[in-house]
Structure formats: C-alpha cells, structure tokens
C-alpha cells in the first residue's frame, strides 16, 4: 500500500508559479500511475494530468493543457505538478492519487479509479 503527501501549495499572484510535489511512501512506487486532482470549493473534485508508471505517457484534462506540467522521478519516490500563469480560478486543494498500473499502462480520469489519495494541498491565487 502506498502513502501520499502533498506539499508546495501556498498563497500566490496571478501570473506566478508553483510546483506542487506528491512525496509516496513503500519500494514499489514506480508500478503506480499518479494522477493529479482538485477541488474548488462548492465544486466537485476534478481531474487534472496523471502520468504512468515510467513517466511515458501523461493525459491531461483539455482545460489544464498549456500550463500545467506533470513529471516524476521515481529515484526520489515523488511526482511534480508544476502550474505557471496561475489564475484565481486555480484556487482549489489540489491532490494526488496513485493506483497500481495494469499491463496496458491505462490513464484513467475517474476520481473512483484511484484508490490511494493524499491529503491536499491547498492552492490560493489572488487577483
């Protein structure tokens, strides 16, 4: 079983940046595909980017195309979210998911596809 911790999150102006990190406990993180998720207040949870198991393939939502960026480095147990030109409308808890990759390497953007989730992170962005 897999143990997720996000950080990086914070208060920051439109127009910046930040790289939110998803720290995972165990040995065997690297046959997890990782997705990114967030949830706005008063809003459902939704999808944003998951990356495969070797960091090959990445799916991203088509509204989080162009300014977010997922990575992983799987020496260091974690994977990145990296978000430039932050808008208000960014303000969520952002959180991370990992699910054990299948032979086929299958990116799913279903909340219930992913078992294990960290606790948030959250994420202001101020106008």
């Known amino acids: 079983q897999v143990q997720l911790v996000e950080s990086g999150g914070g208060l920051v102006q439109a127009g910046g940046s930040l790289r939110l990190s998803c720290a995972a406990s165990?040995?065997?993180?690297?046959?997890?595909?990782v997705g990114w998720f967030r949830q706005a207040p008063g809003k459902e949870r939704e999808f944003v980017v998951a990356?495969?198991?070797?960091?090959?393939?990445?799916a991203y939502a088509d509204s989080m195309k162009g300014r977010f960026t997922v990575s992983r480095d799987n020496a260091e147990n974690t994977v990145y979210l990296q978000i430039d030109s932050l808008k208000p409308e960014d303000t969520a808890v952002y959180y991370c998911?990992?699910?054990?990759?299948?032979?086929?390497?299958?990116?799913?953007?279903?909340?219930?596809?992913?078992?294990?989730w960290g606790q948030g992170t959250q994420v202001t962005v101020s106008s």
């Open positions: 998911a990992a699910r054990m990759s299948d032979i086929w390497d299958i990116v799913p953007r279903g909340t219930n596809s992913y078992p294990y």
């Open positions: 165990g040995p065997t993180f690297r046959v997890y595909t």
């Open positions: 990356i495969t198991r070797s960091g090959g393939t990445t």
